[in-house]
């Protein structure tokens, strides 16, 4: 195995590493979402987009996200949910809106 071929390993596995952290970083959001979409009863099922295994929520119905992928804007207004809000919430460091 020759110098550059070696390097070019370590630099490939550094990025996997990295972008696994990120994937681990980014749902923090997904996370707390999810835990709010666990403690909620959905009588009408507006939450099924809410798919827990994606990297962030952002693509979820009812979430807003700004231009860094993070949460701004929960809508559930008319959605005949019931239940209470949990903790996880506070993690959504730039939600305005719920």
Wanted: hydrophobic share 45%.
């Amino acid at each position: 195995m020759s110098a550059t071929s070696g390097s070019a390993s370590v630099w490939l596995f550094l990025l996997f590493g990295f972008l696994q952290l990120l994937k681990l970083s980014g749902n923090v959001e997904g996370d707390a979402l999810n835990a709010l979409k666990s403690n909620l009863i959905d009588p009408n099922n507006v939450l099924q987009s809410w798919d827990p295994t994606l990297v962030n929520p952002c693509t979820w119905f009812h979430v807003t996200c700004n231009s860094e992928n993070s949460v701004t804007r929960v809508d559930l207004g008319n959605a005949n949910l019931s239940g209470q809000l949990v903790s996880q919430l506070g993690v959504l460091s730039n939600l305005q809106y719920l």
